[in-house]
Nanobody
Framework: DVQLVESGGGSVQVGGSLKLSCVGS????????KGWFRQVPGKEREGVAS????????TYADSVKGRFTISQDNAKNAVYLQMGNLQPEDTAMHFC??????????????????WGQGTQVTVS
């Protein structure tokens, strides 16, 4: 099974920045679609950003457009999320996900078959 490990979460002041990283292991080929999701206790998981293997197709939730940037390194089967101008409403457990099947459905979590354990982001 593919294993995903996130890192880079933490506590930051309002307006600050963080970069999340996620690296997959035990894979044969790079995933077609990579995404970041987040969840606050008691709420549904939200798709934050996604990127297709070709790198030309990215999607973002309206709440993070202009502040977050998703990127990837297919050679490492890694995905990153650069988060800027962080706000208290960005506080959540952030998860990376990867899909090894097509089609790539962007931020639709049903398309993803591998998930990380999550990394906490706290903004205050």
């Amino acid at each position: 099974d593919v294993q995903l490990v996130e890192s880079g979460g933490g506590s930051v002041q309002v307006g600050g920045s963080l970069k999340l990283s996620c690296v997959g292991s035990n894979y044969i080929y790079s995933s077609y679609c990579k995404g970041w999701f987040r969840q606050v206790p008691g709420k549904e998981r939200e798709g934050v950003a996604s990127i297709y293997i070709g790198g030309h197709s990215t999607t973002y939730a309206d709440s993070v457009k202009g502040r977050f940037t998703i990127s990837q390194d297919n050679a490492k089967n890694a995905v990153y999320l650069q988060m800027g101008n962080l706000q208290p409403e960005d506080t959540a457990m952030h998860f990376c996900a990867m899909s090894f099947q097509l089609p790539c459905l962007g931020r639709d979590e049903r398309a993803y078959d591998s998930w990380g354990q999550g990394t906490q982001v706290t903004v205050s």
